[in-house]
């Protein structure tokens, strides 16, 4: 009688283990991010539906990281709705949405040809801010690890050459090496890149705040 009472006892407490040790394990593992999720409503301003794939695919490959971190890793730069967790991402929604407002403006009725470009150059221009492995800091280079991936991770070259060449020179006059007066990176030339430029600048301005209500 004692020896089943304690058999049953021993039986108890490891189960009781098990789902400890279950739950805390499960406690631990971070919810998955839906990537694609996130930028829905700047895809759907996409109109190709092989641009809107490739950026699609192009964001789900996306390190894990870009999802959580502020613009600005110092602090320093960019407005307050893009500090904080996720202010990476807002900044991007922000960029996105000028670009849209700006399209829509006679001045800018030319670049209405490249818009599935643009807006999928803005959507993708800093998926590797902080590089592949997500250092602590901004990588001056990022532009280039970008362009770079795109290429590397799209099967029609021309589309991810046209996408690319946007995100390269979204830095503008900001083209050196950190700390250094070397030009790592080309400055805009086009009219497209000139436009990606300026719609990342304003979407970084500390004095310009972003309305993510409005109409």
Known sequence: MKKSFLVLLILVIVIGVFFVVKNLTQSEIPASIDKVGTFQEELFLIKDDEVRDITTNLIEKLPDYYFEIPASSTGKYHPNYAQGKGGLVRH??????????????????????????????????????????HSEYTKSEHPILMANFIKKN??????????????????????????????????????????????????????????????
Request: glycine share 4%.
């Open 92 to 133: 991007t929604k922000a960029a996105v949405g000028i670009a849209n407002q700006l399209l829509q403006l006679e001045m800018y009725q030319d670049l209405k040809r490249d818009k599935d470009a643009i807006i999928a150059a803005l959507i993708l221009h800093d998926g590797l801010k902080n590089g592949e492995e």
């Open 154 to 215: 799209t099967e029609n070259q021309k589309i991810a050459n046209k996408i690319s060449d946007l995100v390269l020179t979204h830095m503008g006059q900001w083209n050196t090496a950190y700390k250094s007066t070397e030009e790592i990176m080309p400055k805009p030339k086009t009219e497209s890149q000139k436009f990606v430029h300026l719609c990342d600048y304003l979407a970084s301005r500390k004095s310009l705040e972003y309305n993510f209500n409005a109409d």
